[in-house]
Every structure is written in structure tokens, then in C-alpha cells.
């Protein structure tokens, strides 16, 4: 679990040190197939509307919250999840962190501007699984990094609209 830490730092490191900066736009996508690729295969095969497929993604969800309790033991600084939980009548998975060294390296090195093209890759990864990730902060915007995570023709992704903030960040906006 702990080789995600890495993944991002090298991403800060290479866009601090490239002499010409492309738009974080045109990055975004190649970050995408570097280090979530494998969601492009997955979403052939697992459909988050389905209820086999939700109530899977559900147990991977609570295994890795299981992990995460295991790793901080061992990284304090490692991703912090703050709950879990399921309700398996909607089919509605719900998580957050309250630590992510993502956000923290980002802060510490004001490169919070970069920061949105891993943050991102949430969205177009369960896009892949054909769900709807709502997200309404991050940890670099609120106190927390919500995820809510429903298939993509639940009624509850239809509440809400996902939006670009001024930032950068993908999230989610309850539709008035």
C-alpha cells in the first residue's frame, strides 16, 4: 500500500524541475495512464450499477480501510482514513481521509497547483467503473477527502454536478 506514496511525489518532482510547464490540463491525462491505467481494463469487466459489482467494490473498499488502520501503525504519515461505510440498499460506498500526504507535501512545497491532476484521477477512474464519485472537498480544501461512490445511474449521482474549482480540483456540487 505504501508504494502510492511514491507515485505523487515523483509527479511533483518531475513538474518542479521541467524547464517549460506544460498546462496541468495536458498533463492530467498522462498521469491518468501512468498510474491508473488499469481502470480502462477493469471498467470492461466491473459495472458499479450492478449490484454483484457494487457489493464487491464495497468489500475492496472495507478491505482497504482495514489496511489503512494497519499502515498508519507503521507510516504515521501515511493516508488517514477517517470511516467507512455501506449502504447496501442504495448501493452507496462512503469513505474519507483526514490525512493525505499528497495534500501535506503539496502545502509544504506550495505546489498545491499540481496537486488536482492526482486528485482527478479519482473522478475518471470510477468514471471507467461506470460510477459517479461525488466528492465535495479534499484535503486541501476542507478538513477531509470525502468520497461517495455510487453507479453512475443511481439517483443520487444525478444531485449532483461536477465542476472544475478555481483551483483545479474536480468536485461535486448538489444541483439546487
Not at 470492461?44 to 450492478?50: M, Q
Not at 493516508?79 to 461505510?85: H, P
Request: with cysteine; glycine share 4%.
Amino acid at each position: 500500500m505504501t508504494v502510492s506514496i511514491y507515485d505523487p511525489i515523483l509527479i511533483f518532482a518531475w513538474y518542479r524541475v521541467i524547464p517549460v510547464k506544460p498546462p496541468l490540463e495536458e498533463v492530467q491525462q498522462d498521469i491518468y495512464e501512468s498510474f491508473m491505467g488499469s481502470f480502462d481494463l477493469m471498467g470492461k469487466i466491473f459495472d458499479l450499477n450492478r449490484t454483484l459489482d457494487n457489493r464487491l467494490a464495497s468489500r475492496i473498499f472495507q478491505r482497504t480501510a482495514a489496511l489503512r488502520e494497519k499502515e498508519i501503525k507503521q507510516f504515521p504519515a501515511s493516508f488517514r482514513m477517517g470511516f467507512y461505510s455501506y449502504d447496501k440498499e442504495n448501493g452507496i460506498v462512503c469513505y474519507n481521509f483526514t490525512q493525505c500526504p499528497n495534500a501535506e507535501f503539496a502545502k509544504r512545497h506550495h505546489m498545491e497547483d499540481v496537486l488536482p491532476v492526482m486528485c482527478n484521477c479519482d473522478h475518471l477512474a470510477m468514471q471507467k467503473l461506470h460510477a459517479c464519485l461525488i466528492r465535495e472537498g479534499t484535503c486541501v480544501t476542507s478538513d477531509c477527502c470525502d468520497y461517495c461512490i455510487v453507479g453512475d445511474r443511481n439517483p443520487l449521482a444525478k444531485e449532483y454536478d461536477l465542476v472544475k474549482a478555481k483551483n483545479g480540483l474536480l468536485l461535486s456540487v448538489k444541483k439546487r
